[in-house]
């Protein structure tokens, strides 16, 4: 049994993730994983936790409200080839720490659905390898009201990240590389807080943020 630091609100967790079944590990496929749990009654008012060993793991991965999945080891070896996607019309508490997500055909984390949910999301590194999509897309239509980001990094063709509204999203020590265009992109009605973060000049025709609403660039560096 992995234990996971109470703190965390998710406590003990049977479901493992490894590159082979063997002693300990009990899935190969972290999206199985966390089909398993919310299978044997676990969620928003059961908490649970998926932990996944190092290896590259090439799926889009469903999350799910009160499973959280933690990446232990070394985040350059805990790879995700695929889109990671949080729907906040399934309920409250989605969490997902110490993983390098890389999409070559799609955004690497997109948030869509309306209701009452949050996101913690740490230690991240995303990268959209396709030209024209975005590291990280929180969809215009939706409806998330609390959106927490730390220690991660945001990398894309285009925007580094695109923020839709209605929205409150924080971002802590994270960095955006918007490449040929905006770092980010922070779209009316949403608010957003960048607390020492660092963006990564996109050159000719670019700048860090644009934005038609508000927001708080407390902080921020311009490399």
Known sequence: MAWINSTNNFGS???VVGPVIDRG???????????QTVSDGFGVGNPTMVIVRESTYTENIALAPGIGVQGIGDQTKLIINGTVIANAALGDGFYINNFKITSAA??????????ASSIIASN???TASTPGQVALLIDASTFW?????????????????????????????CTFNGSSLW????????????????FIDP?????????????????????
Do not use: M, Q
């Open 203 to 223: 050159g000719s025709g670019g700048a860090e943020i644009n934005s038609t609403a508000d927001f708080y660039e407390d902080r921020k560096s311009v490399v």
């Open 13 to 15: 967790s049977f479901y």
């Open 124 to 126: 991240l590194d995303l």
């Open 25 to 35: 590990v009990n899935f190969t496929s972290i999206n199985t994983a966390i089909a």
């Open 106 to 115: 799609s955004t690497a984390l997109y948030l869509t659905g309306v209701g």
């Open 145 to 173: 009201p609390t959106l927490t980001f730390g220690d991660c990094s945001f990398t894309a063709d285009s925007y580094a990240a695109t923020i839709g509204t209605p929205h409150t999203i924080t971002f802590n020590r």
């Open 183 to 198: 770092a980010v992109g922070v779209n009316g009605g949403a608010t957003a807080h960048f607390y020492t973060c660092r």
